[in-house]
């Protein structure tokens, strides 16, 4: 090994010429025990070698143990290197953990993400939705209170990349706000708008909320508005529901993500719609809702993450506009019947990575519009995609009886069941930074 590390080149040649990945695997690691100088980590695309090796040991083989432990002895034996591109190889350790129920685990990856939010604002930002979507709060909310002002002010970034950021100290300042009035019957908001206003919250965001648990909820009293400005209406109705969700013991972090895409969908192009009925504006239409969730897509790739959470979160927005009497009973159930089919699309299509959304059985509660049965089934099927059937009929055919409970509808003018959407592998070898939010 002591002449291949000398030259850049030989040591590439070397390593092409390895037959399998338990030998790469073996180089790799002897290698990490020789001084790498930066001339020598450039030449061999090293990182690159590194995602290759881990994409091959977890992603190919799922082999998670032998995927985490190696990068164990990397950081043991070159801490600095691997910090220097931890963004990369993140996810395997927080995928892992949270699904075994083990979010102590991920502590390296919170304090990474708190003390460099640079490093990859991309990847930061699909972190950090990542663990509100687990509810783990006090870590969203530890790293957004720091982060927000770096990232806001930072002139690389397109788009207003710090407002994730500022919604998760809104929402963590209502929700503290919220469970002190519970035990109180005092809603003390100070706190609340003074961390907010800081990270561009406006004051009326505050008022709707203090308006909302002093007003008892009324269709009637929010109609006007409606008809007045769609805006304030939906900006209302999100408070109502964040006490909603907290009733269900979701977090108003969690809370706010669905109602936000779900704005976003009602909103379509960004503009509200030319209707004074409610039953239009909330309506979804199949093919509606399809372009809304394929939008969903980091460079050619679809954000499963982001799609499971939109979809499975959306049955939450829709219960409660048919609880508030805001819908009807028919936009309600074919609204339902629209998402359990974009549900079984997602099984279908993606069964080997569902088991990354557990939360959503492991964490979330269960919908009102969600039967006890399908739920369980649900939640069957996602932890049986851990172990990743080579294909979907074998998928299907081993968890059989979980089907039977999966409810299945056809598309919308198609006469048969809906197809899987093609899957893409991501391209291997060192992704190139970015310096815009997606």
């Known amino acids: 090994m002591q002449e291949f590390i000398k030259d850049a080149d030989t040591w590439y040649e070397a390593y092409e010429k390895l037959e399998n990945t338990d030998e790469q695997h073996d180089f790799l690691l002897e290698t990490l025990t020789y001084d790498m100088s930066d001339e020598f980590v450039g030449g061999t695309d090293w990182t690159g070698q590194v995602i290759e090796l881990l994409g091959d040991i ?7 143990e032998k995927g985490l432990l190696f990068l164990k002895k990397y950081r043991e034996l070159k801490p600095e290197l ?3 591109d931890f963004h990369y190889y993140e996810s395997y350790i927080v995928d892992y953990e ?3 129920d083990n979010p102590k685990d991920i502590q390296e990856v919170v304090d990474y993400y708190y003390e460099d939010p640079d490093g990859d604002i991309d990847m930061a930002l699909v972190f950090h939705a990542k663990i509100e979507y687990w509810q783990l709060v006090d870590a969203a909310y530890r790293i957004a209170k720091k982060n927000y002002e770096p990232v806001s002010k930072n002139p690389d970034y397109l788009g207003n990349a710090a407002l994730d950021y500022a919604l998760t100290v809104y929402s963590k300042g209502l929700q503290d706000a919220y469970a002190d009035y519970l035990k109180t019957g005092e809603l003390n908001l100070e706190k609340a708008r003074e961390e907010g206003l800081a990270c561009e919250m406006t004051e009326a965001a505050y008022d709707f909320f203090e308006e909302s648990v002093k007003t008892p909820f009324s269709t009637d009293a929010l109609k006007p508005v409606f008809e007045e400005n769609q805006t304030d209406f939906c900006w209302q109705l ?3 529901f964040y006490q909603y969700m907290h009733e269900k013991g979701m977090s108003f972090g969690l809370a706010g993500i669905i109602w936000q895409d779900l704005v976003k969908f009602w909103f379509r192009g960004g503009k509200p719609q030319k209707t004074n009925d409610l039953d239009v504006f909330f309506k979804m239409t199949y093919h509606a809702y399809d372009k809304h969730l394929s939008g969903k897509k980091f460079i050619f790739m679809l954000r499963t993450n982001e799609v499971m959470a939109s979809l499975w979160g959306a049955v939450f927005g829709y219960d409660f506009l048919y609880s508030k009497g805001l819908i009807s009973e028919a936009v309600y159930k074919q609204t339902i019947v629209h998402l359990e089919t974009f549900k079984f699309v997602m099984i279908r299509g993606f069964h080997q ?3 990354k959304g557990a939360y959503i059985h492991k964490v979330w509660a ?3 519009g969600v039967p006890q049965a399908v739920h369980d089934a649900e939640r069957q099927l996602f932890e049986a995609s851990y ?9 299907k055919s081993e968890n059989s009886e979980a089907f039977e409970h999966i409810p299945q509808h056809t598309i919308p003018g198609e006469k048969k069941k809906p ?14 930074k970015k310096k815009r939010r997606k």
């Open 387 to 395: 172990n990743k059937a080579a294909n979907f009929p074998t998928f």
């Open 419 to 432: 197809k899987a959407p093609k899957q893409r592998r991501a391209r291997s070898g060192r992704k190139k």
């Open 366 to 368: 269960k919908p009102d």
């Open 238 to 240: 999100r408070m109502y």
């Open 98 to 100: 949270l699904f075994h």
């Open 58 to 64: 977890i992603d190919k083989n799922n082999d998670y």
């Open 353 to 355: 990575v569902i088991w």
């Open 82 to 84: 691997l910090n220097k």
